[in-house]
């Protein structure tokens, strides 16, 4: 419980403070969104087109500092996060649950296969050391991994969309289509789903090999391995059960990190091939200096990562009850 306690405290605490910084950072910038989206027209600008525009965003300059900081984390704890300059005047938070199911789709999936295949093809390479699996695996998903997610996407889309005409180029559904639940959109989803998915998983799954191909040698160097193999357990079970196991246990963290950042969504991957996830969207509201958007994802996506160390960390206790002594 002690355990428990302690890392929800530390939760909160850097809740709070991420809260905080995600407030104060845009308010220390000059200017505001008004003025922004006035400069973007030439000419002199009209003194009370400029006070219209403050107050339709919300915006409220004899109002103190103090007083919109708690004004901000009530409305932020009441699921008020504002309203969209660029898609003015819908909600930031109906923008976001429309992009939000592409990026968990597409991103998520893609990092869950990526450290699935990525920890398991490690463990047997390392299992194998030595053999021809080890010696060809490891050093060319690490030349991959080193490649930048926008290179790989354009080479997949001149490859497979152009060249080949396998898959389709660019969005998340054909533009003909209406987003119905029925198997022929879902299939329209997924084909243009493949390229994007592949881009995140040939260039991530690299990494997950080499770490865990490091952690796996040296826990097979272990007491207790020798000791299962003098037991004569099976080799399958050693290498699962009493190394894999242990082998993984670093990797949470880094997975969980994943996750957190899997709200963002890759930004490079989506601007690339145009697909309408929480990246895109994000670059398009820095573009569009869309402060109120911008806040709520980089909340959004700090939050996400909080709470996905925090299960990592239960999980970890739990797998290892030796995490939970405090030194």
Do not use: C
């Not at 002199?44 to 708690?70: D, K, T, W």
């Amino acid at each position: 419980m002690r355990f428990l306690a302690r890392r929800l405290g530390f939760l909160l605490v850097a809740l709070w403070a991420a809260l905080t910084v995600n407030f104060f950072i845009p308010r220390l910038m000059p200017g505001n969104p008004a003025e922004s989206m006035m400069a973007t027209f030439r000419g002199r600008v009209n003194p009370s087109a400029l006070h219209a525009l403050e107050a339709a965003f919300g915006i409220n300059g004899h109002q103190s500092l103090i007083s919109a900081y708690f004004q901000y984390v009530n409305n932020t704890l009441h699921g008020n996060l504002g309203i969209s300059i660029s898609y003015f005047p819908v909600p930031v938070s109906t923008m976001i649950m429309k992009a939000l199911p592409w990026s968990l789709g597409l991103v998520g999936v893609s990092t869950v296969l990526g450290f699935i295949l990525g920890t398991g093809l490690g463990a047997v390479a390392a299992w194998r050391r030595g053999g021809a699996l080890d010696s060809v695996l490891p050093p060319t998903f690490i030349v991959i991994s080193a490649f930048p997610y926008f290179w790989v996407g354009l080479l997949s889309i001149w490859l497979f969309a152009l060249t080949l005409k396998w898959f389709p180029i660019l969005g998340g559904y054909t533009e003909t289509a209406t987003p119905t639940w029925n198997w022929p959109f879902i299939g329209d989803v997924l084909q243009h789903a493949v390229l994007p998915a592949f881009t995140i998983l040939i260039t991530s799954i690299g990494g997950w090999i080499l770490t865990m191909r490091n952690n796996m040698i040296t826990v097979v160097a272990e007491d207790y391995v020798k000791m299962g193999r003098a037991k004569g357990l099976k080799p399958r079970r050693i290498l699962w059960q009493y190394a894999g196991r242990n082998a993984m246990l670093p990797n949470l963290t880094g997975f969980a990190m994943s996750l957190g950042f899997v709200i963002s969504g890759a930004i490079l991957v989506e601007y690339v091939f145009n697909y309408p996830g929480l990246g895109f969207m994000l670059l398009q509201a820095v573009q569009n200096s869309d402060y109120p958007l911008m806040q709520s994802l980089f909340l959004l996506i700090t939050v996400a990562v909080l709470l996905a160390i925090f299960v990592s960390d239960i999980v970890t206790a739990v797998l290892d009850p030796r995490t939970r002594i405090r030194s």
